[in-house]
Structure formats: C-alpha cells, structure tokens
C-alpha cells in the first residue's frame, strides 16, 4: 500500500511502535489500492490529498440476523437466523477521497498567517453531512508557536488516520472502539514550538470547541491536549479528551456538536420525558433543583436503558446519563459568638455594617430558625430583615465543604450602622460573613440522607439481604412474614449506598426480591467518609 504525504498542519513525521489487533470474522479476498498524494504549490496555495479504493469479499456481519437477541452462543438455538435474513460470503467496498487546499503567507517579523480547507468523500458521498474535516485559519511564528481557529480533526482521530493509522493497520480498531471525538466545528487550539526535551523534541498542544451554539441548559465543552516527543526513529504520542455533554458515539472519528442532535432539541426534553411517562407509568421523573439534575426512575438497569434508547427512537432526543448525586448537607457542630463587619469607603458613599451574631445547631430537621434579639437601635429596624436574607443566602450557598447549610439558630442580638454608609446590602454582606466565620470556629458535620427501605424476599434469603443492608451502614427496623413463602425486611440504610440497589438485589435474589424507598431523614455521615463525600460532589460539578 502507498501511504500519501500527511496533511500540512502536521509538525513531525510519523513512525510510531503499536500492536496489531486480532480480528475477528473469516476474509476469503481483499484488494485495497491507495493512490499517492503529490502536492502542487501555486504561489501561497498548495493542494494535496489522498484517494483510496478498497474491495474485500467475506461472511457478512449483521447485528440483528440472531432470532434471540442476546441469546448466548452456548445455547443450541443461539445460531438460529431470523426469517428474511441473509446470510452468507458477500463483497463490500469502499472509497475514500480527501483533498487538503493549504495557504500561507509571510506577515513579517516571523509571523506567518494560514489557512487550511479538507472535506472527505466515501463512495461519491459527502463523509459526515454538516461537517467538515478542516476549514481554520490562524498565525503562527517559529517562537511563539501556533494558534488556529475554526474546525478540525482532532488528534485522537488525525493520530490514528494517518495515513490509514500506523504501519501495522490499527486505525480501523482505534475509530471503532469509540476511543473519542474526531471532528470539530468550533474549535480554538494552540501548539508550542518544538521544545528541547530529553535529547529530543516535544510539542504540546491544547484544544477547545465549545460545541454547538444555542444550548440553554445542558452546554457541551471539549478539551483535548495533546503531545509527541521525537528521538531519532522514536515517535511518542499523547493524547487525553475530556468531554461534558457532547454526543454519545460509538466510533473514534465522531464530531463533537452537544447533548442532543440539535440544540432545540434542549428544551424539547422535559415535553419528550412527559409522553414517555404517559406511555409507561411505571417509569418516575423528578428535578432535584439541589442536584440540579432531571432524574428518571424505573423498575431496574434494563427498564431505564429500553425507556433512554425509546427517547431516542422515537422523539428524537439523546441524553447524557449520569450517576444520581447525593444531597448532602452540613450544620454547624457547636456554638459560637461572632462579628460580621463590612467597612469599605472608596468616595462619596461608602459601606458600613457590623453584626454581632450567635450561631447554634438545632436539633435535626428543625431547619432554621432566625431570633432578632437587638435592642437599644444597634441595628434599625428596617435594616434587621436584612441580616435574615445574608444568612439564609449563605445557608443556600453552602458551608465549608459546599453542601447547603441545615439545623442551625442565628441571633442577632448586637451591632452598629452608620446613617450615611449603611444599607440592605451592606448588612447582608456582614451576615454572610459572620456566618461563615460561625462555621469555621465551630466546625461542621456533614449530613447525608437516610432512606426508609421495604424489601421483599424469599424465606431462605432473607439472611443473606439482611447481612448486606448491615454492611451498608444499614438499620434493620423489623421484618414480617408475607404471603407466598416471602418476607419483608423494613430498614433506614444511607441514600448513597443503595444508588445500585436493584442490581445488587437481583443478583443475591436471583431475580426473585424487589424493594421500594423513600426519603426518611437526614444523618451525620462518619467522618472518614466526608473526604469521599466531598471529591463526588467537586466532580460531579464539573460535569
């Protein structure tokens, strides 16, 4: 095979060690032909490309030919094919052409301006519809490094595609394995100069595309940084994609647009999620506004993903699923005297406020209470409300680790204003403050739900679901003996330890349990758990 001329943005030539994958499947006959690539320059222009025509004759895949879905292959009936299916040695071709119309221009001074436009074809048709391979520009200098603008390929996709991957062939198993996003349309990417490194060159590069444009709620973002370091014949390359709500894809050369096909299709979900439901009350649907996430709840794994991919089918919106978050909380673990002050003057009127505040836990599920024990007109009247609205803004805000804060008493019971400097503002600022120093004399405890959980077993499991509620900090409440040889275990376990619970009963019942849940009551969460605690929740807000 003939490789082609790699594409001009390319900063080394490639050679690289890897391993070939074993493929699966029988191949009675291939023929593949790759045409070179000869670059032509005319002035500042230059065109270059690739044409490719592979023919291969072979036993068909087809992904639906089994009459037992999923059936596993040691059943007898596994291999059954379904009525109407063909099977048997098929021939299947593809081509492939790509050319890449470059521009430069010297801008002085070092500086070079560029231009880069490259769309593929497969088999007469456009490769991606709405999506080209490359159309950026930018600037570049042999000091400063390079900075382009438009879309691209990323380095994860351009790596493992040229020139048809390494030597050994494994770009068709690297895009397959959905390794990650290949095409970007609005995307921003800077790369150093070469760099001494080790007796060698390296590069280092970082990308960002935004998505697509519109989104209201659930916006995509793309990063991908990237290096590669040269030592004589030695190629290293580095690559690492981190993504938030872009498309689920399944192959290495997807574009990375967003959530949902088309960003209208955004506000479309809540509507989409009400028809489901219609259609299947069995499936639940709530919007946790502390999570800030759209929870769907079903009967177990099987029951959700059937219920996700009918979104998909049949209304016409993909999501992106994620673990359910806790709602943790936190309150303040003891008393404690403080003064909010703000004392700020940068001419004319300035901002001026002090209030002395006492902060104390209250019993759990009190929530908050507020006591304004201010006399002598320390503080106006009219100025106190505002010393409620600091707090309760902090609270909502949350504590020392984040969580919103719970259970706590603030009196108010001293303070001082000025006639001309104080003001609403001024003393909810001086509350917050206050408050947060409240927590961080006294310290917090960290407060995770509690779950009153009903399980339905058999008699000769009961033992075992028992045992496993306890060893999830669970409490058995009671049991009782049911109909049909079953009985029910009642408990109040930890929210966070039951988020698999269906599969996990499942697999210790055979099948044969089920159980329901509510929220019962908020508890303290032991102390070394609120490091994990607090890392899940940093994550899960950068999602």
């Given at each position: 095979m003939l490789h082609p001329h790699r594409p001009p943005e390319s900063p080394f030539p490639r050679g690289r060690l890897a391993a070939a994958p074993l493929r699966l499947g029988t191949l009675a006959a291939g023929l593949a032909l790759a045409l070179p690539a000869a670059a032509l320059d005319y002035g500042p222009f230059?065109?270059?490309?690739?044409?490719?025509?592979?023919?291969?004759?072979?036993?068909?895949?087809?992904?639906?030919?089994?009459?037992?879905?999923?059936?596993?292959?040691?059943?007898?009936?596994?291999?059954?094919?379904?009525?109407?299916?063909?099977y048997g040695t098929e021939t299947t071709h593809v081509t492939l052409v790509q050319p890449y119309i470059g521009v430069k221009q010297d801008l002085g001074g070092g500086f070079k301006a560029f231009g880069l436009w490259s769309q593929r074809w497969r088999d007469g048709n456009v490769d991606l519809p709405g999506w080209l391979y490359e159309r950026n520009a930018g600037v570049q200098h042999e000091d400063y490094g390079r900075l382009a603008i438009g879309a691209m390929t990323t380095r994860g996709w351009s790596v493992a595609d040229y020139p048809y991957?390494?030597?050994?062939?494994?770009?068709?198993?690297?895009?397959?394995?959905?390794?990650?996003?290949?095409?970007?349309?609005?995307?921003?990417?800077?790369?150093?100069?070469?760099?001494?490194?080790?007796?060698?060159?390296?590069?280092?590069?970082?990308?960002?595309?935004?998505?697509?444009?519109?989104?209201?709620?659930?916006?995509?973002?793309?990063?991908?940084?990237?290096?590669?370091?040269?030592?004589?014949?030695?190629?290293?390359?580095?690559?690492?994609?981190?993504?938030?709500?872009?498309?689920?894809?399944?192959?290495?050369?997807?574009?990375?647009?967003?959530?949902?096909?088309?960003?209208?299709?955004?506000?479309?979900?809540?509507?989409?999620?009400?028809?489901?439901?219609?259609?299947?009350p069995m499936l639940a649907v709530d919007r946790s506004d502390e999570t800030h996430q759209t929870v769907l709840r079903g009967m177990g794994d099987t029951h959700i993903a059937v219920a996700l991919e009918r979104l998909a089918r049949k209304f016409g919106v993909a999501v992106d699923t994620a673990p359910v978050r806790v709602a943790y909380r936190e309150t303040i673990a003891g008393t404690a005297d403080v003064e909010g002050k703000v004392k700020k003057q940068s001419g004319?009127?300035?901002?001026?406020?002090?209030?002395?505040?006492?902060?104390?836990?209250?019993?759990?599920?009190?929530?908050?209470?507020?006591?304004?024990?201010?006399?002598?007109?320390a503080i106006p009247r009219n100025l106190i409300p505002a010393v409620q609205k600091g707090v309760e803004e902090t609270m909502v805000s949350g504590g020392l680790h984040g969580f919103p804060v719970v259970d706590v008493q603030v009196e108010c019971y001293d303070g001082k204003y000025h006639s001309v400097d104080s003001s609403e503002m001024a003393f909810r600022t001086a509350a917050s403050l206050g408050l947060k120093d409240a927590l961080a004399k006294a310290g917090v405890v960290v407060l995770e739900p509690v779950s009153h959980v009903r399980v339905t077993v058999p008699a000769a499991h009961q033992g075992d679901v028992m045992g496993d509620i306890t060893a999830k900090r669970g409490r058995v409440?009671?049991?009782?003996?049911?109909?049909?040889?079953?009985?029910?275990?009642?408990?109040?376990?930890?929210?966070?330890?039951?988020?698999?619970?269906?599969?996990?009963?499942?697999?210790?019942?055979?099948?044969?349990?089920?159980?329901?849940?509510?929220?019962?009551?908020?508890?303290?969460?032991?102390?070394?758990?609120?490091?994990?605690?607090?890392?899940?929740?940093?994550?899960?807000?950068?999602?």
């Open positions: 230059s065109l270059n490309g690739f044409a490719k025509a592979e023919i291969q004759r072979g036993t068909n895949v087809c992904t639906d030919c089994q009459r037992e879905t999923g059936e596993n292959r040691q059943r007898l009936w596994a291999d059954d094919i379904a009525y109407g299916k063909r991957g390494t030597n050994v062939g494994v770009s068709d198993a690297w895009g397959s394995s959905g390794a990650g996003y290949g095409l970007l349309g609005h995307a921003v990417r800077y790369m150093t100069r070469k760099l001494d490194f080790f007796e060698g060159d390296l590069v280092l590069e970082a990308t960002y595309d935004k998505g697509n444009r519109g989104w209201k709620k659930n916006k995509p973002r793309f990063w991908e940084f990237y290096g590669q370091y040269v030592k004589g014949d030695l190629v290293v390359d580095a690559m690492l994609q981190d993504t938030r709500n872009g498309e689920p894809v399944a192959w290495g050369h997807a574009p990375f647009g967003g959530l949902t096909a088309f960003p209208a299709d955004d506000d479309k979900l809540g509507s989409a999620l009400a028809r489901l439901q219609a259609e299947d004319g009127h300035g901002q001026y406020a002090v209030a002395q505040l006492r902060v104390s836990p209250l019993r759990r599920g009190e929530g908050f209470a507020f006591v304004d024990a201010v006399v002598g007109g409440m009671g049991t009782e003996a049911a109909d049909h040889g079953e009985h029910v275990i009642t408990a109040h376990v930890p929210t966070r330890e039951i988020l698999r619970y269906a599969v996990e009963l499942r697999s210790m019942t055979g099948g044969r349990g089920r159980f329901d849940s509510m929220h019962d009551h908020y508890d303290v969460l032991p102390s070394h758990l609120v490091a994990s605690a607090v890392a899940s929740a940093a994550a899960d807000s950068h999602r």
